[in-house]
């Protein structure tokens, strides 16, 4: 590794802290959404897959951070992964104690952080001799993974019932782009689908807007006010095992170390589960709210980080909700990474340590301290200056032209059709992880069943 490498990764790392502050401040954006593409975009230009890393680790790190201000502040959900802890942001925003929310969930994430990292890559050290046996079952493992998060899911019957026939639909474009001469045999399109599969919900709130007796049952409420708490005067860095009790930090490092062992499961799943089970014996509203925030946090950044760098670092296969998700530029972006080839097969144990440590170090450092420091202020600029609407544009804009690098135009409205199912099957409760998983067991259930 040379000292331009270490300079390319600093710099990478600080520049997605930068870009994910402002994001995931933003209310609504979804985590897959806004770090699929830009990663993408990264590794189709070229970039030193080790530089990647280091940006995508400081990416989560950043955006699991700062989408919890939302929560505090507004109470309102800054990705998918803070939605579980909305109903606790709320409790604390009515008590006036915004800011102690904000505390709580940044201390916790640290906790989360600093367990995650070296645990997963001490579990990625002894699962990567298992990397052929894993990796020749990966299709039912995949499969299997699906029906799981189906029973995990809030609607376990659709969940269920609608695997197969998500496949067929993945698997029938496939032989239709073939078909059509759109891309050659030798081309799997999945990409673009899995970009399709994200931003599903938001595409069909979109199009149900047009239809007008949909538009006419929509409650209308009015303008939201939103109160920007006051600005902490606290000065120094500050210590997160300070700003936790005794018992909040015991228990987010344990739900945090839950976390990096359950890597293969759903993130928001897990950390509703582990979540809840610290704090149903707590009768203080105050205090359960608190702990409950810390606790989550923490669990939310283990799960991720683990469910990113274990598949990545030991098996080269995208066998978790995570890689399967967000991280999945990480194993398959054609034509720089495939299924045989991706960044599993380019670096080594050294370099996934390195970039992990740089990028998590710089998106925690400058995040964590930002956060605590200027937390209102970056709020305010971001509800008053950046439009929610301006962000999903680009990144649907960004989704569009990667599509039709995929698959020509024809694709594009590929993405679309698997996108307005996608949301429609989301509004019905199905987890977003059964349709990622059923979307790579395609090939292998339609083989197996008919």
Known sequence: MTLQLVFEMILASVGAAALYTLIGIAPGTDETAVLAPVTLALVLLGVEPIVVLAFFISAVVTLNLTDAIPVAVAGIPGGVMAAPMVPYGMILKKAGQSVIGIEKMASGAVIGTLVAVPVSLILASFLAPL?????????????????????MSRNKVISILVIIPFAMLIQGLRYLYWGVGAVPETTTVSLSFFLGITIGPMIFSMLALLNKDHLATIKREDVRTIVIPKASNRKGFPNPFKLLTKK??????????????????????????????VVNRIKDPIKKARMALASMDGLAHSTYIAGILIPLIALGIPLSPVAIGPANPLFNAAPVFTADHNMHHVLSYGDFVWATLIGSIIGLGLTYFFMMKYATHISRFVFKYIPHEAILGLFISLVAMLAYMDGGLINIAGVVLVAIVSGALSRLGVNYGVLFMAMYAAPWMLSKFF
């Open 131 to 151: 990397s052929k046996v894993i990796a020749a079952y990966s299709a039912p493992v995949f499969f299997f993974g699906a029906l799981f998060l189906a029973l």
């Open 248 to 277: 909040e930090a015991v228990a987010t490092a344990a739900s945090s170390l839950g976390g990096s062992l359950t890597f293969f499961m759903s993130p928001v799943g897990m950390t509703i589960l582990f979540g809840e089970a």
